[in-house]
């Protein structure tokens, strides 16, 4: 029972490196996030998104997040999540630009979400940022669907 357990966790890795369906991220006290650029499987049924804080400043001075959007959405989603606070993580509620997001964390805190595979399409230009107030502007990567 146990060995054929891990037999199909072993599948499951391989199918996982063959298409990445995982938005695996980390960021620090230098507001930055340690890809530039990461690109996903179209073929995903669900997408996750993973942000880990491996800083040392709390969520109020240097607190950051993921969200997924058009690249041309990311200004605007950032203006008006400034304007919705940081506690709805700087995500204006019901925002339809907004395709996924984490939770806003400090240093040291880790957080996940997932989201179904099919919100984002082959060849368009996505992006992925941290929407805290004036970190958009350079937090920021590129989101590649193929
Ligand atoms: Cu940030």
């Not at 907004?98 to 992006?127: N, W």
Request: hydrophobic share 45%; net charge positive; glycine share 8%.
């Amino acid at each position: 029972m146990k060995k054929l357990f891990c037999l199909a966790l072993l599948g499951i890795a391989s199918a996982a490196q063959a298409e990445n369906c995982v938005i695996d991220l980390k960021s620090d006290d230098q507001m930055k996030f340690d890809q530039t650029q990461i690109t996903v499987a179209a073929s995903c049924k669900t997408l996750q998104i993973k942000l880990a804080h491996i800083g040392k400043l709390p969520v109020a001075a240097m607190g950051h997040n993921v969200v997924i959007a058009l690249t041309a959405d990311i200004q605007p989603i950032s203006m008006d999540g400034q304007k919705a606070g940081a506690a709805a993580n700087y995500v204006a509620a019901d925002d339809k630009r907004v395709i996924a997001h984490t939770a806003l964390i400090g240093g040291g805190a880790t957080t996940t979400v997932s989201f179904p595979g099919s919100a984002l399409k082959a060849g368009t230009d996505y992006s992925f940022f941290c929407s805290f107030p004036g970190h958009w502007a350079i937090m920021k990567g590129k989101l590649t669907v193929k």
